[in-house]
């Protein structure tokens, strides 16, 4: 009986560590997704593509440009956004429109931090924007950490509409 | 005599009844919050800050924060995390701020952390931080000869706007040069943490009231559990 009451009473206990951190610099994260030095280029932005990223956000974006790494097609993006209180700082990787790497660049929050493990991010390998601008593959979420996971998620949908734009940007007349 | 099977049954119908009256408020709850959260893209919960009155109620760690900066050409005052020239608003920190210069046709804003870029007319640019090498914290902001410079700790660091990255300084920086002229209000959106999704979310949970709340959340999840197996027992019992 007392084995049962304490494992009823483990039931109410909500483990809770600090998940607080910097995982991977800028460098390395530059490093890992160009084997040649990339430039550093910069995306200007319209009221049309504002409008078009602050969807993808789902909420305002004010900024004119965007700065981002780039050799040949693949193009590198990294962005801030909120979870819950504070931003996590998110690098990903695109090339021929799709996510070749996500990484969790920094990560401030006592909790949610479980979004920077390989076996939620490798969920976008290789997601790409369907015709209603959001990402093709379903993502499954972490409980606790589900205001981290719908940031992450609206960070993967503006990487991969700024790399389109890039791109469109560039082979436009 | 009573059989047991006839005291159990009244006795398992009114364990039933004070089990669901006692869970009915936090069952009733979940339920509610439950569909806005299903729904909160459509409802654009996540865009809709809380009133101020419930922000510094509940949220009180959006901070405020005040310091002023004094330059030549005016008063740069923080309060919270909105910057002012002159009571005139134009722009955000999200830490503290540090200074200000014009540069290339664009003011540059520092806070500790960041870098706001805006045009003359007030319209945000861009925002830099670390990801671009921006050295922190940022103590001070001015000119290294043509080229826009911040000090952080004993080091200087220029910017390279053809580049757009951050180095180095070859020379020492020079007291603020401020030639900035008063900018219209700036009534952009930065966005807030304390958005109703937030609040209905951590409701939901418990978490806004912290363990305590975290707990009683599971004690209700539990008592729909037992509400559950006593309400299945009870038609059982009957069929």
Redesign the interface.
Known sequence: MPSRILL?AL??V?ASWAQIGVFQS?DDFINEAFTETPS?E?LWLNNETREQIERAL???F??????YWRHGGRTAW?L?E?G???PI?VGVVVENNKIVALSVLEYRESRGGEVRYPLFRDQFFDAELNNDQVLSKHIHGITGA??SV?AIKRVATAALLCHQIAVDVETSP | MRSAGSVRGPLLRKFHRIVGMTASIFLLWICVSGILLNHT?FL?L??KPLPAFLTAWIYP?AIIRESNVHTSIGIFRQHGQTISLDDVVIGLCADSLTGAAEYGGELWIACSHQLHIF?LDG?????Q?????LPAPVEKVGLCGQVLCVRSGIVDHQFLAH???WEHAPEGIQPEELAIRKQPAIS????S?ATW??LI?EAHSGRIAG?TG??FI??AS?FALLLTISGVWISLRQS
């Open positions: 009823v039931c109410f909500s800028v550093i910069t789902n909420r305002s004010q900024a004119l440009r965007i700065r990294i801030h909120t819950k209180e504070l700082t589900t205001l719908s | 893209s654009e996540a865009r760690d045009t319209t945000l640019v861009e925002s931080d670390s990801t671009l090498g580049s757009g990255i952009s959106e930065f966005g943490t999704e937030r979310l363990k975290e707990s599971n004690l539990v």
